[in-house]
C-alpha cells in the first residue's frame, strides 16, 4: 500500500517538473519582463542592435493573449536564444558585474535561460490540433 503511495507522489512530481516548464512556455508574462529589462539596458545611450528585441518580444505576448500560445513559446524561445548569444559575446570587467547594470543583465540572461527552456518545451511538446480546437471554440 505504502508502495503505491510512494510511486503515486514519484509520478506527480515529475508531472508538475513538467507542467512548470509547459506554464512557463505558455505564459505570456517571461517575453514581457524581458522586453522590459532590454530596453532598459540600452535605452540610454542607445544601442540599435540590441533595441530590436523588444518589439519581438511584445509580439510574442501579443501572440500568446490571442491563444496562439505555441508560435508564440517558440518565437520566445528562438529570440531569447539569439539574445543570449549575442549578450555571451560581451566581456564587462569584474567591478562592473555587481553594479546595477551588471544585475540587470544577469537578470536578462537568466531569463532568457528560463525563456529558452520553458518555450522550446512548450513549443516541442504543443499539440497544434488541440490549440485550433481550443481557438475556435472560445471565437464562438
Request: hydrophobic share 40%; glycine share 10%.
Amino acid at each position: 500500500m505504502a508502495d503505491k503511495n510512494v510511486q503515486g507522489v514519484e509520478e506527480e512530481a515529475k508531472k508538475t517538473a513538467l507542467s512548470y516548464a509547459k506554464a512557463w512556455g505558455e505564459s505570456p508574462l517571461p517575453p514581457t519582463i524581458l522586453a522590459t529589462l532590454i530596453t532598459a539596458q540600452y535605452v540610454r545611450p542607445p544601442q540599435f542592435l540590441p533595441l530590436l528585441f523588444p518589439p519581438v518580444f511584445l509580439f510574442s505576448t501579443y501572440l500568446n493573449v490571442y491563444n496562439y500560445k505555441i508560435d508564440a513559446a517558440g518565437i520566445n524561445a528562438a529570440w531569447s536564444a539569439l539574445y543570449l548569444i549575442l549578450a555571451r559575446r560581451r566581456k564587462h570587467p569584474l567591478m562592473q558585474k555587481w553594479g546595477a547594470r551588471g544585475i540587470t543583465r544577469g537578470a536578462t540572461m537568466g531569463l532568457c535561460v528560463a525563456n529558452l527552456l520553458g518555450g522550446g518545451f512548450t513549443y516541442a511538446i504543443g499539440g497544434r490540433r488541440k490549440e485550433e480546437s481550443a481557438r475556435e471554440g472560445s471565437s464562438v
